[in-house]
């Protein structure tokens, strides 16, 4: 009797241990903050072999539908970013104190974005919301499949790299097989297609060589108008060292293929 009652005893502790510690995992978990990179899952899957298939419309229709939700997914995060940014300069203009997660939000996004935080509050609030918006969804699908030759580049297949991006510390991606003597750049590395995504959209909004492309994106909503995939590849004349023939050609695609682009 009095084993089985030691039993009872240690089997409650241990019950009532276990509800403790289940309860304090539950209320450490960290909520999810607004300047999470979203990442899922799927993101992480192996690059579907689009080289099997053999009918141009069944490839095309595959390679869109896998690259698109990402696309809208980084594109509604951007979104989520410029809107938080918005309530930091009304808050401004009200000359209302930020919290201690708005000042440290703000500077973290000043240093993903290159803003120097030398500049007034609100010199560095619009000048983050220049940097920080939507690119069509067009214009990466067609950027992508170009950059990838369709998703076959070994860079996609191995890398979750379709837009060709540049990385500079050895073993950071891959070596190009053409790349120039005394060269030292590699083709970038991924560990998911979000990771990948996200980062050659934030180049595209914060790097000195697509200036243009976000004064023709502000311009255009300034005047709301449409910000479309066409307009926006003007911007693009520095991604490719073909210059004017590259944005011709994403132009084109773009024209080419808009009963894909659309879902």
């Known amino acids: 009797m009095h084993k089985r009652e030691t039993l009872k005893i240690v089997l409650i502790t241990i019950a009532v241990l276990a509800v403790i510690v289940i309860n304090a995992l539950i209320l450490t978990k960290r909520e999810p903050d607004i300047l999470d990179i979203p990442e899922t899952p799927e993101a992480t899957k192996p690059v579907p072999d ?7 419309k069944e490839k095309k229709t595959a390679f869109f539908d896998y690259l698109r939700p990402e696309v809208e997914k980084q594109n509604a995060y951007l979104l989520t970013l410029r809107h938080y940014i918005q309530t930091l300069y009304r808050k401004a203009l009200n000359e209302e104190p930020l919290t201690d997660d708005d000042i440290s939000r703000l500077e973290w ?17 619009l000048a983050l919301l220049h940097k920080i918006d939507i690119l ?3 214009l990466v699908l067609v950027q992508a ?3 990838s030759a369709w998703g076959t580049s070994r ?3 191995k890398g979750y790299n379709f837009f060709g991006i540049w990385c500079f510390v050895k073993g950071c991606g891959f070596v190009p097989g053409k790349r120039n003597a005394g060269a030292t750049h590699e083709v970038a ?3 998911s297609l979000s990771r990948a995504t996200y980062t050659y959209m934030r180049n595209l909004n914060r790097h000195d060589a697509y200036t243009d492309l976000r004064e023709i994106r502000e311009r255009l909503r300034a005047n709301q108008i449409p910000i479309t995939g066409v307009a926006l590849a003007e911007g693009l004349m520095n991604y490719s ?8 050609e994403l132009q084109t695609m773009i024209r080419f293929n ?3 682009l659309t879902e």
């Open 155 to 157: 860079f996609a297949k």
């Open 136 to 138: 069509p969804a067009e």
């Open 189 to 191: 590395k991924f560990s």
């Open 109 to 125: 996004l000043q240093t993903e974005y290159r803003v120097k935080a030398e500049q007034p509050l609100t010199s560095r609030l």
């Open 241 to 248: 060292e073909r210059g004017a023939a590259y944005v011709d």
């Open 50 to 56: 689009f080289s099997a298939y053999t009918d141009v």
């Open 258 to 260: 808009q009963e894909f």
């Open 145 to 147: 499949a170009n950059e």
